[in-house]
């Protein structure tokens, strides 16, 4: 990938992981999100928030999916 498309596309989850987690938190106090995985036809994105910090993975999907 080309350095502007990952933060680019670092900007994007950040701001989509912090809206779920806002969203799951709303419907239920008690649960939290613990991964957000989303899948493209050219990437697979893992996003883990944390406290500290924001783990994201971002991968080539398997091509039997």
Known sequence: LKFFTVFA???VDILLCLTAK???Q???PTN???YLRVT???HEILV???DDFVLIVMQ???PDH
């Open 9 to 11: 596309v670092f900007g």
């Open 32 to 34: 939290e999100l613990l």
């Open 40 to 42: 493209s036809r050219r």
């Open 22 to 24: 806002a969203t799951v």
């Open 26 to 28: 709303s419907m239920d």
């Open 48 to 50: 883990a928030p944390d």
């Open 60 to 62: 080539n999907p398997s």
